[in-house]
């Protein structure tokens, strides 16, 4: 266990920018928060991002909702730029750790373009490498993880009927309720959103790889053991 000076360290120290790569339910939000726990970094979600342009109404915001509403994709350029206000703030001074962003090689490119004009403090206002971690977890693994989750339309409380099953199959352990099964988490749809995804960040995948600053850790270890290897790549990296 780190005492408390090494955490006192790792909460003060420039982290610089983390992407975090993988597909639904491969664990990326829980491992973005743990990086956070670890280094008092922000996690910058591209999704957060956009509804809260669209929630407050912003001019980024209003440019959103017009595709939006038309169902069609929001731009690169207009979400590089609520991605540049948003990596602009204080709280991203030392670092930050992104969450679906970049899904296109174009909005990779422009993140280069963009951390070239940043500095992070680190010993003289050093710039930071960029560290790019990728989840893996297999397709069947996958499918069990999305397709097998159930939810409690009562409390809300959600299970999964391979890894943690309710004790009366079907029924919610805490006031009996019938569980259901969102559109989202059926097979087929499942199926679907996984195909989609290597379809869309394979380019982007292959750009880090090229780069050299592909990191690809095994998700299918306990939870625990990814968080660790995730600390030593982004450590080891950043030489902190």
């Known amino acids: ?9 790792t909460m003060t120290v420039a982290v610089g920018p983390v992407i975090l790569m993988g597909p639904p339910g491969a664990g990326k939000g829980t491992q973005a928060k743990r990086i956070m726990a670890r280094y008092g970094v922000p996690q910058i979600s ?8 669209v929630r407050k109404v912003t001019e980024l915001g ?11 994709l929001v731009p690169d350029d207009l979400v590089c730029d609520m991605v540049a206000e948003r990596l602009s703030r204080p709280d991203c001074k030392r670092g930050f750790v992104l969450d679906g962003f970049p899904r296109t090689v174009a909005q ?12 992070f ?7 930071i490498p960029l ?26 409380r959600i299970y999964n009927v391979y890894f943690q099953p309710p004790r009366v199959a079907d029924l919610c352990d805490v006031d009996g309720s019938l569980l259901t099964t969102r559109r989202d988490d059926c097979e087929e749809v499942v199926s679907e959103r996984l195909k989609e995804y ?17 990191h690809e850790i095994d998700g299918e270890r306990p939870m625990e053991a990814v ?11 950043n030489r902190l």
Not at 227 to 237: D, K, M, R
Request: charged share 25%; proline share 2%; hydrophobic share 35%.
């Open 1 to 9: 266990m780190a005492d408390a000076a090494t955490i006192a360290n």
């Open 46 to 53: 591209t999704g957060d991002i956009l509804r809260e342009h």
């Open 62 to 72: 209003c440019k959103a909702r017009s595709y939006m509403d038309r169902g069609q």
């Open 108 to 119: 990779a490119e422009w993140l280069d373009q963009y951390l070239e004009g940043k500095l």
């Open 121 to 127: 403090e680190n010993n003289g206002l050093k710039r």
């Open 131 to 156: 560290v790019v971690i990728k989840i893996n977890v297999s397709y069947n693994s996958l499918l069990r993880r999305l397709a097998g989750r159930r939810s409690c339309p009562t409390c809300g």
């Open 198 to 214: 290597e379809q869309e960040t394979l380019p982007v995948v292959e750009y880090y790889r090229a780069k050299g600053q592909l």
């Open 227 to 237: 968080t660790a290897e995730a600390l030593g790549i982004i450590e080891n990296g």
